[in-house]
């Protein structure tokens, strides 16, 4: 990890707070799903490589998380406690889940910048980015809202307001509850061991 990054990750513990929870939903009700299309959902990884999100044949719980990487506080806080909570299980609930970080700012982060970003916090969280006409949409699907805005006098010209929760999804997208912003990873392990003995006696 970077001098960089481990200075961000530094800052947002000490931070904890700054969850622009825009709008915010009501984190015990999952987000409607009945937008939901038939439709493949193919965003990029790493060298540009088309990736399948929807994909029957891999059985594993997706945990999806949307944000971008020039995220002052509230990705980086997120990201830290979806690798602290990975870390804490075991191997095989690992193994039956794919954690991933799904870039809202295409802009600044293609998918090559979004897969080294998530790889900073965990290495089995895959980094996705793809235009904003196939990750507006499927954001929408779960209930993520977003907006640019721009910042007068800042080298960054402008930041993406969002609301911030880890969705865990079916391998046909259909979601299975979501987990909003904690400083804490135990609201993730405890999502993750009740979605997988749901999953597991279905």
């Known amino acids: 990890m970077t001098r960089q990054w481990m200075f961000v990750l530094i800052l947002a513990f000490l931070l904890g707070f700054g969850v622009k929870a825009l709008w915010p939903t009501d984190a015990s009700q999952p987000a409607s799903t009945s ?3 038939n439709e493949p959902v193919v965003l990029f990884g790493a060298s540009e490589t088309p990736v399948a999100l929807f994909d029957p044949i891999d059985p594993r719980i997706r945990v999806l998380y949307f944000g971008f990487t020039r995220c002052p506080d509230v990705c980086p806080t997120s990201l830290a406690m ?97 987990v909003p912003h904690t400083l804490n990873p135990a609201p993730i392990i405890a999502a993750v061991d009740q979605v997988l003995t749901s999953a597991n006696h279905e």
């Open 35 to 37: 937008n939901m299309s």
């Open 82 to 178: 979806l690798a602290g909570a990975l870390n804490q299980l075991s191997d095989d609930k690992r193994e039956q889940l794919r954690p991933i970080f799904i870039s809202i700012d295409p802009e600044r982060d293609d998918a090559k910048t979004a897969a080294t970003y998530a790889q900073y916090f965990h290495q089995s969280i895959e980094g996705l980015s793809a235009p904003l006409n196939i990750t507006t949409p499927l954001a929408e699907r779960y209930g993520v809202i977003f907006r640019k805005t721009e910042l007068n006098d800042s080298k960054l010209d402008y930041t993406v307001d969002h609301n911030s929760y880890f969705y865990f999804v079916r391998p046909d997208g259909s979601l299975l509850t979501k």
